[in-house]
């Protein structure tokens, strides 16, 4: 890579992010005409060809996988589309409404906007120089997939800008469908390398093979990196989801076919001090639908948004690995199948698993934890606190991340700057009370309904779980330790027994090991943080607990489990016997019946459409198991709420 | 008959031709050699000799020219019998020529470049011309399931072969007659074609024989680069308008070849100078990109300027630029000059060896790739000052092409044993990957001793079974005990 092009050298920016090779990439922005940016000279190798991008469909159709896949089609005979015409002009219609049509002039006209509004909310986008330049070396080589985390919809914006300032290629992007609906806008994101997927595939078999084929071709003739999220959609609770393998298995099939040689991989690690959609999320979890994406909306959203202060987002581009190294090809030759009629064995498609929550996990640890994650875990807990306690917190925490996650990018001397700054970017959440003391903790109002509580409360938690998120089995190892001093190998199985029921909730939980359970006695003493680290591990165990207790009651479809625990978490709430209106949030009630499933307590049974879970294994253990780390108020709660319902169904 | 206990006749048949082999005689030590060396003169000395094996439990490793790359007569270190390698290099008579049917009936043990210079006085050639064919004999051939430069002519060494003659443990085995063709159940050649010295001993062979040609030409093409090349060649083979020999050699092949011309004077560099700026500034190719197909056309000279005619056409069609008869003649002799090469570089500290596969047409460019780009980075992760990988297309079939890999890097501090076990290690990466890609284990080197591991997962368990059958009704005491292929 041409050097002369990086102009952004740590010396130059005048930003704090003097650390570990960080630059910001919006600083020098901040000094340049937009026009000028885009209208820079930028020759990324290799790139994307406009000219190419218009022969995909035809290569498409004329590959010897899609000949085959449009004959077997029309063997098997479906109902409207019986000649092969037919077949092809459906398969064009897919690619056409599918298919990026990248231009340069779009992006560079998209470039201008972005600098402006990058400039306008943020006061800065740090990024690993090293990195970078180590991507670049990656895309030299061969194929390259992009996988950002995925917490807000700038997150594609900014990797096409990070792309476009850096002189590296610009990723072609999977999108879901619904960006679809928005009117010109979905033609501007087309025209910068973005291509649009549903959501989930079904059993409509073309439209597999033609995803599959339009993911293939750009791997093996490779031009750009591929860029697609691997939890699949926007987390909305700060921390990682599990990772869904489609879209990455699409995309290695041509390693293991033997197409390419190897396929490299490259995690972006992205956070914000502060979310562009953090109200949006703490009313999705509460159940309340996602408004549906619109150009108007769109642009209200901008204008809304417009001239706020959303602080500083990290970008830290993790080394790229490469697939070659970590999953074997087959050595046995498949002879009897040709290469077009590929498909994974079970030993591929288990690596790809491995791979993909590996992957998951690398994200998670080597996300740079915002401030305001630390700050407001510490507020959460604490009724107030001034500058200087949350400082003295800053710089404990910040030393307990640099061993098991990946601290705030702050240096010493400017602690105290990033508060005042974190306390600024939030100061709709977080105000001063008396004395130079914040808080974020409001006194319940009058006539303030649990809804709007727990919303507050959610919004909070996006940022706390950021901490949570990389320090879990901390956080598990404080839990166990406060609830009952134990022997180091009672604390070892009961941290099984966290990393077993809680897997898909937190991706970097594991059961601990006695090197694990060393390293934390010795490095974790401070009480303070382990009380912070409880606390935020809290809300979980009382969801899962009364999500236990209603299946233990004999509820069984998901809708019917929703329901339920919206009324008894309210009733909760009321009552007094939780102190976490976030428990009304009703995501986790999914996450944790696939985890019974998976775990051989529940068993899934689809009638008409509606899965029902039935008890194959008695979940009793389980709560009993749970209840000593549980508050007092809603044990006894749960005791008298069962008692009333037995009473109830004995008089039926 | 012929026999001797000298330790020099039975080191020179302990080993072949593997670079493994080559490192033990310069500076390793051979743990097991042949006890006795005997030279049987005709078949019915082979008979005699095996029958005495049977009786005394003795163990037979045949050998002909010993070029073998696979450690085929290689001794087993654990082998408690006595061993002895039976020679056939005195079994070298052509016993008779029929011109009528265009066959000759042949010894064993002749070597392929006395077998052609007989022929060629009579005006005839077997057209099998395997890179070894200076030194290897008839019967390694049929043994192995050799393959000629010019099969694209001749047929390979199992088109050649009309009928055969062996001796098993278990008595004679041979063939129904010199028939063109027969339906009479499964070919019983063929288990002795590759039989690899497991199963018996090939005396006679009964092989075709062609008039000479009365006219070759050489030809070569530069295309722009190897996927061009790999295009052309796919035409050609669709096209069935096959040259008697079409090979492809890629970028590093062509510079390496560039590099061992002979200096030139003066006027040689202008000349040099004016086709360099002929190819790289008129024709816009890229020097460091492209590759070169080198052709050997035989034939009539009618024959031959058709077929030229149409090798222009397609090669022009693939973007190719002609590039003369002396490149073709020197791609070809290149591949008699590698195998010494390679010998004269292990004293200069760099390790070299080739190996090859067959491969589907649709996955040749891939198995090309991805072969060099695992061995590329291999060689980076030991830090290897110099690395050289290059591969060759030098066989076109109707459905796919045999590719072949020269593989060499500079050993540094390392001793020669030790490299050499270093390449070994990286050829088996290097055979997975071949095969993960979708090529096969061998195209005409054989299994030997070095590629055994791999037969469990490409056979099938009912094919193994039907070997061993074989092998116990021919040779159940195992006296044939050369240990390739399956067996022990």
């Given at each position: 890579m041409d050097t002369a092009t990086l102009e952004v050298t740590p010396a130059e920016s005048s930003s704090r992010f003097t650390v570990k090779n960080y630059v910001d990439i919006v600083e020098k922005q901040k000094h340049q005409f937009d026009a000028f940016f885009c209208l820079k000279l930028w020759r990324p190798k290799p790139n994307l060809h406009p000219e190419a991008t218009k022969m995909i469909i035809e290569k498409i159709l004329n590959s010897p996988q899609m000949k085959d896949t449009i004959h077997q089609f029309l063997l098997e005979g479906h109902s409207n589309l019986s000649n092969c015409e037919d077949v092809v002009a459906q398969i064009k219609t897919i690619l056409e409404d599918m298919g990026h049509t990248y231009k340069f002039s779009t992006v560079r006209v998209i470039g201008f906007f972005l600098a402006k509004l990058l400039r306008n909310l943020y006061q800065g986008v740090a990024i690993n120089n090293d990195g970078v330049l180590k991507l670049s070396k990656a895309m030299s080589q061969g194929p390259v997939l992009l996988l950002p985390t995925h917490r807000s919809y700038a997150d594609f914006l900014l990797i096409s800008y990070l792309c476009y300032t850096m002189d590296i290629p610009l990723p072609v992007i999977a999108a879901g469908m619904d960006f679809k609906g928005m009117k010109f806008v979905n033609r501007m994101l087309q025209n910068a390398g973005a291509f649009y997927i549903r959501r989930s595939f079904g059993h409509d078999q073309l439209y597999w093979a033609v995803v599959s084929q339009y993911i293939q071709y750009h791997i093996v003739n490779f031009q750009a990196p591929i860029e697609f999220f691997l939890e699949g959609t926007r987390s909305r609770n700060g921390k990682s989801l599990p990772p869904k393998t489609g879209l990455l298995s699409m995309a290695l099939e041509p390693y293991f076919r033997g197409d390419v040689p190897?396929?490299?991989?490259?995690?972006?690690?992205?956070?914000?001090?502060?979310?562009?959609?953090?109200?949006?999320?703490?009313?999705?979890?509460?159940?309340?639908?996602?408004?549906?994406?619109?150009?108007?909306?769109?642009?209200?959203?901008?204008?809304?948004?417009?001239?706020?202060?959303?602080?500083?987002?990290?970008?830290?581009?993790?080394?790229?690995?490469?697939?070659?190294?970590?999953?074997?090809?087959?050595?046995?030759?498949?002879?009897?199948?040709?290469?077009?009629?590929?498909?994974?064995?079970?030993?591929?498609?288990?690596?790809?698993?491995?791979?993909?929550?590996?992957?998951?996990?690398?994200?998670?640890?080597?996300?740079?934890?915002?401030?305001?994650?630390?700050?407001?875990?510490?507020?959460?807990?604490?009724?107030?606190?001034?500058?200087?306690?949350?400082?003295?917190?800053?710089?404990?925490?910040?030393?307990?991340?640099?061993?098991?996650?990946?601290?705030?990018?702050?240096?010493?001397?400017?602690v105290v700057q990033s508060v005042k700054d974190c306390l600024d970017v939030h100061k709709l959440i977080i105000h001063p009370v008396a004395d130079g003391f914040f808080s974020c903790q409001t006194a319940l109002r009058e006539g303030e309904d649990v809804q709007t509580q727990a919303a507050d409360r959610l919004v909070l938690q996006q940022y706390t779980n950021q901490l949570l998120g990389p320090l879990i089995n901390v956080a598990v190892f404080s839990l166990i330790e406060a609830s009952d001093p134990k022997e180091p190998n009672n604390i070892i199985s009961e941290s099984a027994f966290f990393a077993k029921y809680f897997k898909n909730e937190f991706v970097l939980i594991s059961n601990l090991t006695q090197q694990e359970l060393t390293s934390f006695q010795e490095n974790v003493t401070n009480e303070m943080l382990k009380r912070i680290l409880r606390a935020l591990l809290q809300p979980y165990l009382e969801s899962y607990f009364i999500i236990l207790n209603l299946i233990s009651m004999g509820f069984s479809t998901i809708s019917e489990l929703t329901l339920q625990y919206r009324n008894m978490v309210s009733t909760v709430l009321v009552e007094g016997a939780s102190k976490f209106p976030e428990i009304l949030a009703i995501d986790k009630i999914y996450r944790h019946v696939l985890n019974l499933v998976a775990n051989g307590h529940l068993r899934g049974v689809k009638t008409n459409q509606t899965a029902s879970y039935h008890q194959i294994d008695d979940i009793s253990p389980i709560i009993v198991r749970i209840e000593p780390y549980l508050d007092e108020r809603l044990k006894r709660f749960m005791t008298l709420h069962r008692k009333k319902t037995a009473v109830m169904q004995s008089h039926l | 008959?012929?026999?001797?206990?000298?330790?020099?006749?039975?080191?020179?048949?302990?080993?072949?031709?593997?670079?493994?082999?080559?490192?033990?005689?310069?500076?390793?030590?051979?743990?097991?050699?042949?006890?006795?060396?005997?030279?049987?003169?005709?078949?019915?000395?082979?008979?005699?000799?095996?029958?005495?094996?049977?009786?005394?439990?003795?163990?037979?490793?045949?050998?002909?020219?010993?070029?073998?790359?696979?450690?085929?007569?290689?001794?087993?270190?654990?082998?408690?019998?006595?061993?002895?390698?039976?020679?056939?290099?005195?079994?070298?008579?052509?016993?008779?020529?029929?011109?009528?049917?265009?066959?000759?009936?042949?010894?064993?043990?002749?070597?392929?470049?006395?077998?052609?210079?007989?022929?060629?006085?009579?005006?005839?050639?077997?057209?099998?011309?395997?890179?070894?064919?200076?030194?290897?004999?008839?019967?390694?051939?049929?043994?192995?399931?050799?393959?000629?430069?010019?099969?694209?002519?001749?047929?390979?060494?199992?088109?050649?072969?009309?009928?055969?003659?062996?001796?098993?443990?278990?008595?004679?085995?041979?063939?129904?007659?010199?028939?063109?063709?027969?339906?009479?159940?499964?070919?019983?050649?063929?288990?002795?074609?590759?039989?690899?010295?497991?199963?018996?001993?090939?005396?006679?062979?009964?092989?075709?024989?062609?008039?000479?040609?009365?006219?070759?030409?050489?030809?070569?093409?530069?295309?722009?680069?190897?996927?061009?090349?790999?295009?052309?060649?796919?035409?050609?083979?669709?096209?069935?308008?096959?040259?008697?020999?079409?090979?492809?050699?890629?970028?590093?092949?062509?510079?390496?070849?560039?590099?061992?011309?002979?200096?030139?004077?003066?006027?040689?560099?202008?000349?040099?100078?004016?086709?360099?700026?002929?190819?790289?500034?008129?024709?816009?190719?890229?020097?460091?990109?492209?590759?070169?197909?080198?052709?050997?056309?035989?034939?009539?000279?009618?024959?031959?300027?058709?077929?030229?005619?149409?090798?222009?056409?397609?090669?022009?069609?693939?973007q190719g630029i002609p590039a003369g008869e002396h490149n073709g003649k020197r791609g070809y002799q290149l591949t008699f000059a590698i195998a010494y090469i390679r010998d004269i570089g292990l004293n200069y500290g760099v390790v070299a060896e080739s190996f090859e596969t067959s491969v589907p047409w649709d996955r040749v460019v891939n198995v090309v790739n991805n072969t060099k780009s695992r061995l590329e980075k291999e060689c980076a992760d030991r830090k290897f000052s110099h690395s050289f990988i290059s591969a060759r297309v030098t066989q076109v079939y109707d459905a796919g092409a045999c590719i072949y890999f020269y593989f060499a890097f500079n050993y540094g501090t390392m001793s020669m044993l030790q490299a050499v076990e270093v390449y070994e290690e990286l050829e088996i990466i290097a055979r997975n990957e071949i095969m993960a890609s979708g090529g096969s284990l061998s195209h005409h080197h054989g299994v030997g001793k070095i590629r055994k591991k791999w037969l469990p997962s490409i056979l099938t368990s009912n094919a193994i079974n039907v070997l061993h059958s074989i092998k116990n009704t021919v040779d159940p005491q195992n006296i044939m005990a050369a240990g390739n292929l399956v067996f022990d």
């Amino acid at each position: 890579m041409d050097t002369a092009t990086l102009e952004v050298t740590p010396a130059e920016s005048s930003s704090r992010f003097t650390v570990k090779n960080y630059v910001d990439i919006v600083e020098k922005q901040k000094h340049q005409f937009d026009a000028f940016f885009c209208l820079k000279l930028w020759r990324p190798k290799p790139n994307l060809h406009p000219e190419a991008t218009k022969m995909i469909i035809e290569k498409i159709l004329n590959s010897p996988q899609m000949k085959d896949t449009i004959h077997q089609f029309l063997l098997e005979g479906h109902s409207n589309l019986s000649n092969c015409e037919d077949v092809v002009a459906q398969i064009k219609t897919i690619l056409e409404d599918m298919g990026h049509t990248y231009k340069f002039s779009t992006v560079r006209v998209i470039g201008f906007f972005l600098a402006k509004l990058l400039r306008n909310l943020y006061q800065g986008v740090a990024i690993n120089n090293d990195g970078v330049l180590k991507l670049s070396k990656a895309m030299s080589q061969g194929p390259v997939l992009l996988l950002p985390t995925h917490r807000s919809y700038a997150d594609f914006l900014l990797i096409s800008y990070l792309c476009y300032t850096m002189d590296i290629p610009l990723p072609v992007i999977a999108a879901g469908m619904d960006f679809k609906g928005m009117k010109f806008v979905n033609r501007m994101l087309q025209n910068a390398g973005a291509f649009y997927i549903r959501r989930s595939f079904g059993h409509d078999q073309l439209y597999w093979a033609v995803v599959s084929q339009y993911i293939q071709y750009h791997i093996v003739n490779f031009q750009a990196p591929i860029e697609f999220f691997l939890e699949g959609t926007r987390s909305r609770n700060g921390k990682s989801l599990p990772p869904k393998t489609g879209l990455l298995s699409m995309a290695l099939e041509p390693y293991f076919r033997g197409d390419v040689p190897d396929v490299q991989i490259c995690t972006v690690n992205i956070s914000y001090e502060r979310t562009l959609e953090e109200k949006l999320y703490a009313y999705e979890t509460l159940g309340v639908p996602k408004p549906r994406e619109s150009t108007s909306g769109f642009l209200s959203a901008v204008g809304k948004i417009r001239g706020q202060n959303y602080g500083q987002i990290y970008i830290n581009i993790s080394d790229p690995i490469s697939v070659r190294d970590h999953i074997s090809k087959r050595t046995e030759p498949n002879w009897n199948t040709p290469s077009f009629r590929f498909s994974l064995s079970e030993y591929e498609r288990d690596s790809i698993h491995c791979l993909a929550w590996s992957l998951i996990r690398k994200q998670q640890k080597e996300t740079i934890t915002p401030v305001s994650a630390i700050v407001m875990s510490a507020l959460t807990v604490n009724k107030q606190l001034d500058i200087e306690q949350l400082v003295q917190l800053i710089v404990l925490m910040n030393s307990l991340l640099a061993k098991y996650g990946t601290p705030c990018l702050i240096q010493n001397e400017s602690v105290v700057q990033s508060v005042k700054d974190c306390l600024d970017v939030h100061k709709l959440i977080i105000h001063p009370v008396a004395d130079g003391f914040f808080s974020c903790q409001t006194a319940l109002r009058e006539g303030e309904d649990v809804q709007t509580q727990a919303a507050d409360r959610l919004v909070l938690q996006q940022y706390t779980n950021q901490l949570l998120g990389p320090l879990i089995n901390v956080a598990v190892f404080s839990l166990i330790e406060a609830s009952d001093p134990k022997e180091p190998n009672n604390i070892i199985s009961e941290s099984a027994f966290f990393a077993k029921y809680f897997k898909n909730e937190f991706v970097l939980i594991s059961n601990l090991t006695q090197q694990e359970l060393t390293s934390f006695q010795e490095n974790v003493t401070n009480e303070m943080l382990k009380r912070i680290l409880r606390a935020l591990l809290q809300p979980y165990l009382e969801s899962y607990f009364i999500i236990l207790n209603l299946i233990s009651m004999g509820f069984s479809t998901i809708s019917e489990l929703t329901l339920q625990y919206r009324n008894m978490v309210s009733t909760v709430l009321v009552e007094g016997a939780s102190k976490f209106p976030e428990i009304l949030a009703i995501d986790k009630i999914y996450r944790h019946v696939l985890n019974l499933v998976a775990n051989g307590h529940l068993r899934g049974v689809k009638t008409n459409q509606t899965a029902s879970y039935h008890q194959i294994d008695d979940i009793s253990p389980i709560i009993v198991r749970i209840e000593p780390y549980l508050d007092e108020r809603l044990k006894r709660f749960m005791t008298l709420h069962r008692k009333k319902t037995a009473v109830m169904q004995s008089h039926l | 008959m012929t026999f001797s206990f000298e330790g020099m006749d039975r080191l020179f048949r302990a080993h072949g031709h593997t670079l493994h082999d080559i490192a033990l005689l310069r500076g390793g030590q051979f743990l097991r050699i042949p006890d006795v060396v005997v030279w049987p003169e005709c078949h019915s000395h082979v008979e005699e000799l095996v029958a005495l094996a049977f009786k005394y439990n003795v163990a037979v490793v045949p050998i002909g020219g010993g070029t073998n790359v696979t450690g085929a007569v290689d001794c087993k270190r654990d082998e408690q019998r006595m061993i002895v390698s039976l020679d056939t290099s005195q079994m070298n008579q052509i016993l008779w020529i029929d011109d009528g049917n265009l066959v000759a009936h042949v010894e064993s043990g002749i070597i392929g470049k006395d077998l052609e210079d007989r022929l060629q006085k009579r005006g005839y050639t077997t057209g099998h011309e395997p890179d070894s064919y200076e030194f290897s004999s008839l019967g390694g051939w049929v043994a192995t399931r050799a393959s000629g430069m010019k099969k694209n002519r001749y047929g390979n060494i199992e088109d050649l072969v009309v009928a055969l003659r062996a001796v098993t443990p278990s008595g004679e085995w041979r063939s129904s007659g010199t028939y063109p063709r027969v339906s009479t159940g499964p070919d019983m050649n063929h288990v002795m074609i590759g039989s690899e010295g497991t199963l018996g001993v090939i005396t006679e062979v009964t092989i075709k024989i062609r008039p000479i040609p009365p006219l070759r030409k050489y030809a070569s093409f530069v295309f722009p680069d190897f996927d061009c090349g790999v295009k052309f060649m796919r035409q050609v083979a669709r096209d069935r308008c096959q040259p008697a020999s079409l090979r492809l050699m890629d970028n590093q092949q062509f510079q390496f070849g560039q590099a061992l011309r002979p200096s030139k004077g003066p006027f040689g560099l202008i000349v040099d100078g004016l086709k360099n700026f002929y190819l790289t500034r008129l024709k816009g190719l890229d020097i460091n990109k492209i590759c070169v197909a080198t052709i050997v056309m035989e034939g009539t000279i009618k024959e031959v300027a058709v077929q030229e005619e149409k090798l222009n056409t397609i090669g022009l069609e693939f973007q190719g630029i002609p590039a003369g008869e002396h490149n073709g003649k020197r791609g070809y002799q290149l591949t008699f000059a590698i195998a010494y090469i390679r010998d004269i570089g292990l004293n200069y500290g760099v390790v070299a060896e080739s190996f090859e596969t067959s491969v589907p047409w649709d996955r040749v460019v891939n198995v090309v790739n991805n072969t060099k780009s695992r061995l590329e980075k291999e060689c980076a992760d030991r830090k290897f000052s110099h690395s050289f990988i290059s591969a060759r297309v030098t066989q076109v079939y109707d459905a796919g092409a045999c590719i072949y890999f020269y593989f060499a890097f500079n050993y540094g501090t390392m001793s020669m044993l030790q490299a050499v076990e270093v390449y070994e290690e990286l050829e088996i990466i290097a055979r997975n990957e071949i095969m993960a890609s979708g090529g096969s284990l061998s195209h005409h080197h054989g299994v030997g001793k070095i590629r055994k591991k791999w037969l469990p997962s490409i056979l099938t368990s009912n094919a193994i079974n039907v070997l061993h059958s074989i092998k116990n009704t021919v040779d159940p005491q195992n006296i044939m005990a050369a240990g390739n292929l399956v067996f022990d």
